[in-house]
């Protein structure tokens, strides 16, 4: 079974950084996916990890450690467009994407 | 530009009364997928197609279907939609399926079940 774990919501000030962590254990592992979801709308790709280490892409970083079976999502100098469902998502074979339940993040002014 | 099209935005059926949702994409890739995913949950895979070749998930009830007439277009057929099925399905394309490739999404159809 796969079984992907991150927070329920975080609530972070404008300019500041926020951390979203989340925990995977699958049947497989071929890379880790982060999306982020505004409200009614599709999941947009953030950025796709599947060796150890940090990839930063402008304010957006993403983590993953396969050993700990971890990985993290880093958004700093927040901005009010930044408020949003961030997915963790594991690819554990061709066609297979595992979601987790997304992190509700609240940028407040 | 090159995207994944939903339609429509927003859909009401009655208890029992078949729906069809929609999807198209401009981005010729060879994968289509559904997925379903209700308030604060996870997306979960109904199944997929790569060309004409359907794949449906274990779990997915015999209440859904699919169809893929051609490249572009695919739909979700709902033969007797129960209130548990209310949620947003979001359709999603990828190249080839393989496991490193990105997917990219359509904006969803959220149901709604009276």
Not at chain 2, 16 to 27: A, I
Request: with cysteine; charged share 15%.
């Amino acid at each position: 079974g796969q079984n992907i774990d991150q927070p329920t919501e975080m609530t972070a000030t404008e300019g500041a950084i926020v951390q979203i962590n989340c925990t995977y254990q699958t049947s497989g592992f071929n890379g880790l996916f982060w999306y982020q979801q505004h409200a009614g709308e599709a999941p947009t790709f953030l950025s796709y990890n599947v060796l150890d280490g940090l990839e930063e892409k402008g304010r957006f970083s993403s983590f993953l450690s396969r050993s700990k079976g971890y990985s993290y999502l880093l958004l700093k100098e927040l901005q009010m467009k930044d408020s949003a469902s961030y997915l963790c998502a594991v690819s554990s074979g061709d066609y297979k994407l595992s979601f987790g339940a997304g992190t509700t993040v609240t940028v407040r002014a | 530009d090159a995207m994944v099209i939903q339609n429509p935005r927003y859909q009401v059926t009655q208890f029992g009364k078949p729906v069809t949702l929609s999807c198209s994409q401009t981005l010729n890739h060879n994968v289509m997928y559904w997925y379903q995913q209700k308030s604060s949950q996870a997306p979960k895979l109904l199944f997929h197609y790569y060309d004409k070749d359907f794949n449906n998930e274990a779990d997915t009830p015999d209440n859904f279907q699919s169809r893929r007439p051609n490249t572009s277009f695919c739909f979700l057929d709902i033969r007797s939609p129960g209130l548990g099925d209310a949620a947003m399905y979001l359709c999603a394309t990828s190249r080839d399926g393989a496991e490193q490739e990105t997917q990219y999404f359509g904006p969803g159809t959220r149901l709604l079940v009276l």
